[in-house]
């Protein structure tokens, strides 16, 4: 019976270098041989059995390095921050490509599921996350190819020569900062890791993690948290965008977070729309290299100025 989860290819490539290992050392023995390689043939066929099938929108992640405990264990925060780093990518990813889409009045269904890490992964260490909408594994092209865009980014980003401006300028801030975070990292702890989705692979070695730091964090990217006073204009849930006027009488814009549900937007709006309140922001300033800069506004909650 074929398998059909990611985990278990990822079983059966790790049985398989196993089973080649002993097949090296096994020496004339012709009937453990001839087992062994009857073995490696019948675990391929698996894994080349699951290779055609289609893509999940699943994650996996080994490292190796300081934060890993051989084929043991990992680090808990290693892991924690590696994991919100990833997925923040990943939604500021499909976040983003649903406003682009939605600019331009085009029908696109919005994922409602979540990330969960439903396995681990052995080989050194890590993890497979896999988002699930209703219990189900979410087999959507839309979550599966933001996915391979993070990959894309993330390989991008360790390129000897880039074009930095362009690269901020092209990806949402969030995602940026989540990247830093993501090479600062794997640089403090010495880390290099593999990362496979469906047919997509990518592995950075220790020069890549170095050309990586010192390409993206090497830039100025502010992040600080803010209570300010304004007026809320609204939000709108299709594009995750909302407006503001501040007080000096300027009307600003913004993203909503990525972390409030559609529910949750709604409430705001219903509640607090044409009101003077506070609005609870994070501020991310992108300092380029040309001396100039990109500002984004992120709204993670609203308060009454009464209740302050």
Known sequence: MIMESFSDITWLRGQLAATEALLADAG????????????????QE???CISQLPDEAKLDVWF??????GSYGISASFMQISIQSLVGMIQSSIRDSLRKLKEKKKSVKTPKGQFYVTALTHGSFGYELSFKENGAIFEDAFVIESIKHV??????????????????????????SNLKDLFGLLKKQHSVFLMRS???????????????????????????????????????????????????????HGVVSEDLSNEEIAS?????????????????????SNGKKKENVELVGISSVETC
């Open 28 to 43: 004339e023995s012709i009937i453990m041989r001839v087992s062994l390689e009857n073995r490696i043939k019948e675990l």
């Open 46 to 48: 698996k894994i080349d």
């Open 198 to 252: 469906g047919s997509q692979k990518i592995a950075l070695d220790n020069h890549q993690i170095e050309t990586g730091y010192n390409n993206f964090c090497s830039s100025d990217i502010v992040q600080k948290e803010e209570t300010i006073r304004a007026v809320f204009q609204g939000a709108l849930i299709e594009t995750g965008k909302f407006e503001y006027t501040d007080e000096s009488g300027v009307i600003r």
């Open 151 to 176: 990959m894309d980014t993330i390989e991008y980003a360790t390129a000897q020569e880039m074009d930095l401006d362009a690269f901020i300028q092209s990806n949402p801030i969030r995602l940026l």
């Open 64 to 69: 190796s390095g300081d934060a890993v405990y």
């Open 268 to 288: 705001l709006n219903r509640n607090f729309s044409r009101s003077d309140c506070y609005l609870d922001i994070i501020r991310r300033i992108v300092n380029y």
